[in-house]
């Protein structure tokens, strides 16, 4: 932060200090309308540049360094993954990894971190993500899907297991109300943490700010990668240092089938000294839409499924197996000591990617239009452009059937239809294992009470009749 001049209050800025500075940075056009404005239109539009006057400069520079930016060309290389045992891993070594997570767990040193701050424009769905109605017998939400798990973990520790939710601007009061209405979803209220990641303005491919109407700057969501800073300007950092927390569980809120705070994901990460890690699928069709983590130079990475050649997409080892297979399913480990670091230098390490988007700006008329094809490009940070900075990655296998069927479409593939029916399947493995006979159609399993096959010798569930309320059956008119 900037010293600060205590003994007199700053003089606050006239709308000509900001012209100059605006004109400075090629952005005087968003003061065109200014003489139209009324007295409130007026104090929303200056409040509004104030904020992002500072900030200007630099993102002038970064728009223009990513615009400019060739197409990596660097040459890659499988990266190296922990198997599951099905394909060669040791299972051994999974139960010691298992073993050292549940005692990081039971210590308090686990936070998780949940995203829940994008737009979600692809499933078309009117609230934040969080609340979509996803339970396949009793439509609960995402949200509280999750909170289950979280509350599983913390009867099996007796621990704390604090919650830091991510909102933006377009998630933040509905989020913060769901919360609320639904009392933390059975979480202590001092164990859930809501903050907000920053806005960034979009620029027109001519990278001058756009103006959607003629009071406000379009600005979005600074992308996932905005986590990262938002937990350091947040307060969230120097929260979990004050709890002992020093790694973060980090996931992404459309994924109802997440394994939270996986221990064995925890203690691969800790034992193998990672500051970053990620968990992988094995992509079983080269045109699979999916990131891979591969080694980038002498880094890890993610090569986005865009940015990877054709050779290397189709590229098989000597069984036949693809090169690049192990896909990211964008779950995360953290330790917190790393975020701090990658947040003190986030221009550089975590830097703004363009995607071309059709943004709403407003016409000499004062009318706001929404264009019919990309007009501009909006910036976001990725989370994974990290992993170049950690000294240490662990990339760990899972099976998605396991672990993630993400709800992003309206329809088709990864819907709400996938991931109830995947959900499902998953419940019925579960009690299957436990050799308890499942009904043909949709069942319901409460995570807080069994999330997973071992939990069900231990509530006393040996049928669905001894399961009461932990396990609900479509038409039995409990859902
Ligand atoms: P997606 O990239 O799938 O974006 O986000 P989205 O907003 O959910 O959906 P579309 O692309 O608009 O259809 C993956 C995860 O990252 C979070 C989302 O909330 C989701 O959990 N995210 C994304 C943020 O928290 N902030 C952002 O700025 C962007």
Sequence with gaps: MP????????????????????????????????DRLDAPGRDRLMAQLTRLEPELGGLV??????????????????????????????PGEAEAARKHGERMLEEGRVGVFLVAGGQGTRLGFPHPK??????????????????QKIRGIVRRTGRALPWYVMTSDATDAETREAFASHDCFGLPSEDVHIFQQDMVPAFDFDGRLILESPDRVFENPNGHG??????????????????????????????????IADPTYLGFHALRGAEM??????????????????????????VEYTELRDEERHARDENDQLRYWAGSVAIHLLDTSFVRRVAAD?????PFHLSAKKIPFVGDDGQTNAPAEPNGYKL?????????????VCVVETTAAEEFFPVKNASGTDSAETARAAL?????RWLAAGDIDTPAGDIEIDHSIIDGPQDLEAAGIHDLTSAGDAIRIAGEGRG
């Excluded at 007199?8 to 005087?28: F, K, S, Y």
């Excluded at 905005?226 to 569980?249: H, K, P, Y």
């Excluded at 499902?424 to 019925?428: G, I, T």
């Design 226 to 259: 905005g986590a990262l800073t938002a937990l350091e300007g947040s307060g969230a950092l120097d929260d979990m240092e004050r709890r002992g927390i020093d790694t973060l569980f980090y996931y992404q809120v459309d994924n109802p089938l997440v394994r």
């Design 61 to 90: 520079e970064a728009f223009r360094d990513a615009a400019s930016q060739e197409a990596a060309s660097e040459q890659i290389q499988p990266a190296a993954a922990i198997a599951l045992p099905e394909h060669g891993g040791d």
């Design 380 to 392: 976001e940070r990725f989370v994974f452009d990290a992993l170049g900075e950690a000294r240490e």
């Design 346 to 350: 986030a221009y550089r390490l975590l």
């Design 3 to 34: 010293a600060q001049n205590t003994s007199r209050a700053p003089r606050e800025l006239t709308v000509d200090d900001l012209r100059t500075r605006l004109e400075a940075h090629g952005q005087g056009h968003v003061l065109a309308h200014w």
């Design 130 to 147: 969080g609340c979509f109605p996803i339970g396949p017998v009793s439509d609960r939400s995402l949200f509280e899907i999750q909170a």
């Design 277 to 302: 890690s990620c968990k992988v699928v094995r992509k079983q069709d080269p045109m699979e839409k999916v990131g891979v983590v591969a080694r980038v130079g002498d880094r890890v990475g993610i």
């Design 424 to 428: 499902v399947a998953q419940y019925k």
